[in-house]
Structures are given as C-alpha cells and as structure tokens.
C-alpha cells in the first residue's frame, strides 16, 4: 500500500488555496493544513509535520521564504515555492524548487518530485 503523502499549503489566497487544495487532492495527497501567514506555517509545520509544503513567497504576513528558513533550521522538509518572481526566490534561496506561477497540473506534479527527490538525496 502506498504511504499517504500530507502536503500543508502556505497561500494568503483562500480561493487560490481552496483551488490548489483540490489539485493536490485529486493527485492522490492529503491536506494536512492551509495556513495564511508565515508564523502560522512555522506553527502547523512544526505541530503536524507535513511531508511536503507547498509555500507562497509573498504573504500578506510575513514571507514564505522566511517560513521555510525558520521550519528548515527544526527538520528537513521538501517544499515547493510558488511565485511570480523566480529571480527573487533564488536571490534568497538558489536552491530552491519553484513553480512559477501561471502553473499548469504537469507542473506542479514535476515540481513535486524534484523536491521530494531534493529532500530524499539530503
């Protein structure tokens, strides 16, 4: 039997959440939580442990970046960051698995093997 997967997602976006939600649902993951602010992400991640995160960079609070450096310095989590702006993601962080946004479901499906291969070679 194949392990469930829980993916928490970091989107400030309810409807951008609640859509990418049900994509990662219909990929065969669990939803483990949606969290709207970076301290929040810290919070959930270090209470439910998600196998994978799938982090937004531009919070309205806070900064997903700055979620992932802070849950990162506690355990290793593979995490995916979703932006418009790829040189600033790896201004900040050059070893980052991004999906850029506008994304398709062929995407965000490689996006999630290259981290979850990144963290797995860690």
Known sequence: MKAIVRVMIVEDDAIIALLLSDVVESLGYQVCDIVMTQAEAVASARASRPDLMIVDVGLRSGSGVGAMQA????????HIFVTGDRRNVLQLAPDAVILEKPFFIPDLIRAIEVATAAAAAN
């Open 71 to 78: 849950i990162l310095k506690e355990r290793v989590t593979p």
